[in-house]
Each structure stands twice: as structure tokens, then as C-alpha cells.
């Protein structure tokens, strides 16, 4: 298996503008998270799906930060409008379910100017 | 609240010497522990974790990990270290409905001197 795939791997925009990741989940695993890496704060859960539905978005930091997961195989964050400090490395992770091995993805790395 | 320390943000050891990266946490019912590993530019592989039954769990590339409840600690220990070893290393707390709902520490980086 290919492992979790993000895209892009490096994503530089202006402030303002919207930004969208994407991740592709392994398949057969029903539960997908998303984390933030930081300087300030870290490796912190912004949202989990399990079976394609928002179990928690308790760690999205705003209403400008919205997560999606239309199928079993893809999933985005968007934010709209990005502001500088949205700069940050976006991490994907999933697992078979919401108990069992975590696989992350390499992450996107996010420059909001 | 529940929370994860790693006091030792930057350790240095020599190639072929022991290690010990620390980790204390704060969590209310037992907790779900883990130690994860990045290297840079990539995302964060699982060494080990505990959830339960004997305290000494031992993980990936020969590492291990000790519970102690009665210091609320999980350091992360190998005999003997490699050059390929350095990297970031995360203690994370899971719960809270869902295991993979991790607090992560700060954070310990690793650097291997030959």
C-alpha cells in the first residue's frame, strides 16, 4: 500500500487567499484525522472522521477552517481566507479504526504570506 | 486537563550509547500511551505503545518503553544508539472516546555524534 498520500507537499500562498488540502486515506481504514504542527503549540487534532462522518472538530481553530470527507478515500481541509498564521505543517493520519494503528502522511507544508 | 511533558527538548548522544527520552503525563483514567518518531520533512511513525498488561513494552528499531504509573512517566529507552536514530521524538496521550485522539509533548531532538 502507498501509505496516506497528501497533496501538495508544499503549498505557498498570500494572505487571504483560500487554501485546500487533500488527503487520501490507506485503503479499508474507516477513521482519518487531521493534525497541525506548529512551533507555538505543537502537533495538535484539528478534526476526526470516522466512516466519512465529523466525529469532533473540537480542535479547528475558527469558522475560516472547514474539513470534508466525501468518500471512504478522500478528505480536504480548506481555509478560507488563509492568514499568516496558518502557516503550519498539515498532517493526515488513518487508521483501521479510531482505536487501532495510526499511519500519518508526510504532511503539507503551508506558507501563508 | 490532560497534558503530555518532555522536559529534554534537544539530547546529544555519542553513536553506541544508551538513551533515555522522558515523558511525563497528566490524565485522568488510564491512559493510552504512545511514542512516535519523525524524521524531517516526513510524517511520524509509531515505535511503541502501551495500553495495558505488563509495564515494559517494547517497539520498533530496538526501542522500549517503561510505564509508571506512580510517576505518571513513560520514558522511551534503547541500549545502544544508531546514527540513523536522530530525529524528533513524541510521547502522546490517547483518549478520550477515541484512542487516536493523541496529545502529543512538545517534543525531544535527537542528535547522534559519532
Known amino acids: 500500500d502507498a501509505g496516506v498520500i497528501q497533496s501538495p507537499r508544499h503549498e505557498v500562498t498570500e494572505m487571504g487567499q483560500e487554501v485546500t488540502l487533500r488527503c487520501k486515506p490507506i485503503?479499508?481504514?474507516?477513521?482519518l484525522f487531521w493534525y497541525r504542527q506548529t512551533m507555538m503549540r505543537g502537533l495538535e487534532l484539528l478534526i476526526y472522521?470516522?466512516?466519512?462522518?465529523?466525529?469532533?472538530d473540537s480542535g479547528m481553530p475558527e469558522d475560516r477552517f472547514s474539513a470534508k470527507m466525501p468518500n471512504a478515500s478522500f478528505s480536504t481541509l480548506k481555509i478560507q481566507p488563509s492568514e499568516p498564521r496558518d502557516s503550519a505543517v498539515y498532517f493526515c493520519?488513518?487508521?483501521?479504526?479510531?482505536?487501532?494503528?495510526?499511519?500519518f502522511g508526510s504532511g503539507t507544508q503551508l506558507s501563508v504570506l | 486537563a490532560q497534558s503530555v511533558t518532555q522536559p529534554d527538548i534537544h539530547i546529544t548522544v555519542s553513536e553506541g550509547a544508551s538513551l533515555e527520552l522522558r515523558c511525563n503525563y497528566s490524565?485522568?483514567?488510564?491512559?493510552?500511551l504512545f511514542w512516535y518518531v519523525q524524521s524531517p520533512g516526513q510524517g511520524l511513525q509509531l515505535l511503541l505503545k502501551?495500553?495495558?498488561?505488563?509495564?515494559l513494552v517494547q517497539g520498533i528499531k530496538g526501542f522500549e518503553a517503561e510505564f509508571k504509573r506512580s510517576q505518571s512517566s513513560f520514558n522511551l529507552r534503547k541500549p545502544s544508539v544508531h546514527w540513523s536514530d536522530a530525529a524528533e521524538y513524541f510521547c502522546?496521550?490517547?483518549?478520550?472516546?477515541?484512542?487516536?485522539?493523541?496529545?502529543f509533548g512538545t517534543g525531544t531532538l535527537l542528535a547522534v555524534q559519532p
Open positions: 472522521f470516522n466512516n466519512n462522518v465529523p466525529i469532533d
Open positions: 490524565y485522568g483514567a488510564t491512559p493510552y
Open positions: 493520519a488513518s487508521s483501521r479504526t479510531e482505536n487501532e494503528k495510526l499511519f
Open positions: 502522546a496521550v490517547g483518549g478520550g472516546g477515541a484512542t487516536n485522539k493523541l496529545i
Open positions: 485503503s479499508g481504514h474507516n477513521s
Open positions: 502501551y495500553f495495558s498488561g505488563d509495564t
